[in-house]
DNA sequence: TCGGTATTGGAATGATCGTTCCTGTATGTT
DNA sequence: AACATACAGGAACGATCATTCCAATACCGA
């Protein structure tokens, strides 16, 4: 049995970048060759057709994401795992990356009504990260760290919204800066 | 000279819809043609191909948007005008009209990386909107009916940026309830 | 009534795309 | 050395799609 001359992590890491910048529909399986660097029969035997593809592209960006949740994991302050929060998702990125928005996002809106399972797929990974938003503020508010008035599901669907919204308005190439002063504004909500 | 049978105003108001449920890709002539109730010829013949149809469809999209926007330059206090605001954008409409999310930011969104005109379409109109946020609470600021510290620039990217992310909420199907409450949180900005 | 034009429906075209299949060649394992 | 399997490239297929074209019909204006 020969094994495989490429890296299987690294080809799935590359198309998710190619997946992340066009989408689904607007990526051409050749073009996911040439990204991957290998040919179609060891494309469709390694990771089956173009949807399945897509739908480990999916994993792999949810894992990513999954990743960037860690401050609010931490037992910070709030207000403190919301910043480095957003810190990770926008600005540990090269620019180029950021203008991409998010991966989850655009699947959920570039559907084109058929396949509504693939937005299904990425809603349930927002959902992870919402979870994630909501813990951190339980766990504040046990401790003393935030105020018993908030709902925590409450704010954490508000931190999701917002993230939803700064991620379009990075596709659209705002400024870093806008960016920040954006997040800065949100974050009064903890005052 | 016989005249046109169908009425081009509703023609094109049925086509948004679609276009709104379905995106540009998303949607075939097909469709098209059975929405708007009339056959191929009369279709090209009137509005063009399908891309040229699609922005006379952003373009309609743009007034209703423009429309929404009428309690911002009322001269209301701030806080009322955009709870007004969304009140139009999403309470004002069929639940099922709320969960298409934003025709323009799909359009963003929903790229395949060809065609980035259409986005930038869609991104001016937007922009648009977010002027109408800013003009508003640059004129409460001069009638002292909004602090002197905060930036009215600033402030109108917030709501634009939170009113993408409620539209994408909207389109994974959020409730009523959570819409108003994630709402209610970003006013308190205000206080 | 007559001519022009809109309407209707469908056929034909050309292009793109995903997928399968096939023929080699190269290479690692037994 | 021999076999199994990965790699490489391309041909072929079927499906979908936007667009153009063509014929036949219906209807309004002069």
Redesign the pocket.
Known sequence: ??????NKQKALADVTQLFWRQGY?G????QILSCM??????L???FG???ALFVQALDHFGTLAGVACTPLRQLLDPKEAVRQFYNLVFFALPAEQRMNGCLLVNTILGQSGLDEELATIAASKLAEVEQAFERCFEAAQERGALKQAVDPHGLAAYFMTLTKGLRVAAREGRSEASLRQMIAISLTVFD
Chains 1, 2 share one sequence.
């Open positions: 049995m020969r094994p495989l001359t490429f529909e990526t051409s399986v050749q660097g290998l040919n179609r029969s060891s469709y035997s390694a057709d173009k949807r």
